[in-house]
T-cell receptor, first 114, second 116 residues
Framework: DSGVTQTPKHLITATGQRVTLRCSPR?????VYWYQQSLDQGLQFLIQ???????AKGNILERFSAQQFPDLHSELNLSSLELGDSALYFC?????????????FGPGTRLTVT | AQTVTQSQPEMSVQEAETVTLSCTYD???????LFWYKQPPSRQMILVIR??????QNATENRFSVNFQKAAKSFSLKISDSQLGDAAMYFC?????????????FGKGTKLSVKP
């Protein structure tokens, strides 16, 4: 158990819909990263938040957005869903203190768009 | 842009034997971190080992060790005394030494099978 929690574990929805994925980082970790794992694209970085502020963006579609709340939990919002958005979405957290840079992953949310 | 390459899509090892998974990366940075993550069938991403680029000594965690060759930009993972529970996808990952910013860049992964 990494200490990172993600809900829900599974999500099945239809094209065109909007969903919200939730992540609670390990206690004390300020950074939250979102990654997408799909068969064709592999593991790709989407976005990072650090202590409530957006810090870095990767290959995140405009239809996707995220935020980090004062209690440091984060949500990833996916809208106008397409079949190709079906993937495993991971959240990872890191303390980002000194040289402590390990990222600890949650169990993931498996999104299926039908 | 940094890239990570794992040239072995699949590997197989006999239980109790040793196996080495290969990883190469490309970067123009001098300070960075390298990681190996394990993803078993449960799909959980588990950190196996990490290496700081400024350290010449190879990292070791129990049966797992790395061979870090900075000049060659190579970072291989050696698993000794392989166990059935080692069967999983293994991902090599790179991260810049970017302070509080540093997403992981992953290779495509190597699927390791362990034969009893």
């Amino acid at each position: 158990d990494s200490g990172v929690t993600q809900t829900p574990k599974h999500l099945i929805t239809a094209t065109g819909q909007r969903v919200t994925l939730r992540c609670s980082p390990r206690s004390g970790d300020l950074s939250v990263y979102w990654y997408q794992q799909s068969l064709d694209q592999g593991l790709q970085f989407l976005i990072q938040y650090y202590n409530g502020e957006e810090r870095a963006k990767g290959n995140i579609l405009e239809r996707f957005s995220a935020q980090q709340f004062p209690d440091l939990h984060s949500e990833l919002n996916l809208s106008s869903l397409e079949l190709g958005d079906s993937a495993l979405y991971f959240c990872a957290s890191s303390p980002e203190v000194g040289t402590v840079t390990e990222q600890y992953f949650g169990p993931g949310t498996r999104l299926t768009v039908t | 842009a940094q890239t990570v390459t794992q040239s072995q899509p699949e590997m197989s090892v006999q239980e109790a034997e040793t196996v080495t998974l290969s990883c190469t990366y490309d970067t123009s940075e001098s300070d960075y971190y390298l990681f190996w993550y394990k993803q078993p069938p449960s799909r959980q991403m588990i950190l196996v080992i990490r290496q700081e680029a400024y350290k010449q000594q190879n990292a070791t965690e129990n049966r797992f060790s790395v061979n870090f060759q900075k000049a060659a930009k190579s970072f291989s993972l050696k698993i000794s005394d392989s166990q059935l529970g080692d069967a999983a996808m293994y991902f090599c990952a790179y991260r810049d030494d970017g302070g509080s910013q540093g997403n992981l860049i992953f290779g495509k992964g190597t699927k390791l099978s362990v034969k009893p």
